[in-house]
């Protein structure tokens, strides 16, 4: 009878990881569908959904199969089920994490969650990986834990590195003028405007100053002459120069 126990127990132990992921996969592809189906702004698709699902199935697939190599060679057994559900588990955990953020971000405006999203992805691959080592070889865990964890720090610190350089950055370029831009020529449209606001100028005090013609008895001058005078003495720039202006 315990023989017999034993036998029955030990299908139920080995199908119970097989159901686990089971579950698990129905559930990440129906989070991610429901992801999809509300980003969703036009008419409906299967291309829409299937893309993504199938890659990230592939990626799947591909993950635990590395992983069940390195069981086989290293412990003599593949263990691809174990591995399947700790990579089921960790993807579902990240895009449980990803709805969540992009929900406080848009509904409650708490950017935090978005901010720090590649803490919580490296976190949850760290995980992840451990498990799986766990699964190569049941020996030096303590180890194991404190290279992955070494692992862990160094690549957050890199990467929180480059978002507050990035970030330094784009602050001083708001805030600094460049050089350049202090030096840069008048646009030809101000030049114009310059120019014509200088010749309507010296037209009026033209008209308003009395001619030395006037003085001597020889009646007035023209205005029209004055204007030619104040053109040719250089006063305001005839012409030429205003066409030469507009082209430039």
């Known amino acids: 009878m315990r023989w017999s126990a034993k036998r029955v127990g030990r299908p139920e132990s080995r199908a119970l990881p097989i159901v686990l992921a089971a579950v698990l996969g129905v559930v990440i592809l129906g989070v991610d569908a429901l992801a999809i189906w509300l980003a969703e702004i036009g008419e409906p698709r299967a291309s829409n959904y299937l893309t993504p699902l199938v890659g990230a199935a592939v990626l799947v697939v591909a993950w635990v ?6 069981s086989r060679v290293y412990s003599g057994r593949a263990r691809f089920a174990r591995n399947l559900l700790i990579a089921l588990a960790g993807l579902l955990g990240f895009s449980i994490y990803n ?10 405006t708490w950017r935090a969650a978005v901010n720090y ?12 990986c451990f498990f799986h080592l766990r699964e190569v070889g049941p020996s030096r865990l303590k180890l194991k834990g404190a290279v992955v964890a070494a692992l862990l720090a160094l690549v957050i610190g890199i990467q929180t590195l480059q978002q507050s350089e990035a970030f330094y950055d784009s602050g001083r370029q708001n805030t600094v003028r460049s050089p350049h ?5 008048p646009r030809p449209g101000a030049r114009r405007a310059h120019l014509l606001f200088r010749n309507r100028a010296a037209q009026g005090h033209a008209r308003q100053r009395p001619c030395a013609g006037t ?3 020889r009646g007035p001058v023209r205005e029209g002459l004055a204007d030619k005078r104040v053109m040719i003495t250089g006063l305001v720039p005839g012409p030429e120069s205003l066409e ?3 082209a430039a």
């Open 65 to 70: 199969s590395f992983w069940a190599l390195l």
């Open 99 to 108: 709805e969540v953020a992009q929900f406080s971000a848009f509904a409650v």
């Open 117 to 128: 999203e590649y803490v919580a992805m490296w976190s949850i691959l760290a995980a992840a």
């Open 181 to 185: 831009a202090a030096r840069a020529p």
């Open 215 to 217: 003085e001597q008895g």
């Open 244 to 246: 030469a202006a507009s």
